[in-house]
């Protein structure tokens, strides 16, 4: 399980911190965090130097403490305002910022780690709830701000651009279409957000493209009858 794993604790540490900053102005506390945070850097590096966690369907642990600790970096950019900490380092406009750092990281890690690379048809890879709650954090993360965000060149080949966010559809049709954690997504919804975003892109250099008008009315097509579940409910 992720969450007993060393690097996961510690990522939970500065963000429980923060939280906890939100409400008492602690100079001790404040410098406990930090050193929580640099330490869960560390312990990150350390991971990331491990041939194990990038074999296939062996990051979970190392994408939790990955999105933990890209959500402090979040809070921290609050905090500053008032209360400066340690581990907020504010980098120039033109630099990508450490929380969409965090995010394109997991996002590789998930990307060559997917369980389902050895699997022909994507209701037979078996996902766990938490692989699936944190992908949506994830491509979330990184689809939201591509939205916000100039749109860049479309670099891949065609072949591997297809495959972008691939890890999202994994597992029966009912898991994708269903909502994990609190972000209101279901893993299909977000792809679908995905591929929009990456249409934005190629119309942007393809504006004369009679193929991708098209697309683009197949994927209005997929959203007005967009289907979505959770434990709660069945839609």
């Known amino acids: 399980m992720a969450e007993t794993e060393p690097v996961v604790q ?10 906890v900053l939100d409400y008492v102005q602690s ?26 966690c990038h074999e296939i369907d062996k990051c979970e642990a190392l994408v939790a403490a990955v999105v933990f600790m890209e959500a402090d970096d979040i809070r921290s950019l609050t905090h500053s305002l008032y209360y400066p900490i340690f581990w907020e380092l504010r ?7 450490n929380f ?18 050895g699997y022909w048809k994507p209701e037979n890879v078996q996902y766990t709830h938490a ?3 944190m992908s949506a954090c994830v491509a ?4 939201l701000l591509e939205m916000v965000s100039p749109l860049l060149p479309v670099p891949l080949p065609r072949r591997q651009r297809d495959r972008n ?11 994708a ?13 977000i792809h679908v957000l995905a591929q929009i975003t990456r249409l934005c892109a190629e119309v942007q250099e393809m504006p004369d493209s009679i193929i991708l008008p098209v697309a683009a009315s197949k994927l209005q097509q997929i959203l007005d009858t967009f289907p979505q579940r959770s434990e709660i409910s069945e839609g």
């Not at 980098?91 to 910022?97: F, L, W």
């Not at 969409?100 to 690379?117: C, E, I, R, T, V």
């Not at 966010?165 to 898991?175: D, H, S």
């Open 165 to 175: 966010f691939a890890w999202l559809l994994g597992g029966t049709k009912k898991e």
């Open 100 to 117: 969409y750092s965090g995010n394109l990281l997991a996002k590789a890690l998930l990307d060559h780690s997917d369980p389902w690379f």
């Open 131 to 133: 692989w699936a709650g």
């Open 140 to 143: 979330v993360g990184c689809i």
């Open 10 to 19: 510690e990522a939970l540490l500065p963000l429980s911190g923060a939280y």
């Open 177 to 189: 279409h269903t909502i994990y954690g609190a972000k209101g997504f279901s893993p299909k919804l």
């Open 27 to 52: 100079e001790s506390l404040r410098k406990r965090t930090s050193r929580h945070y640099a330490k869960a850097s560390e312990l990150i590096s350390t991971e990331l130097a491990r041939a194990e």
């Open 91 to 97: 980098r120039p406009k033109e630099e990508i910022p």
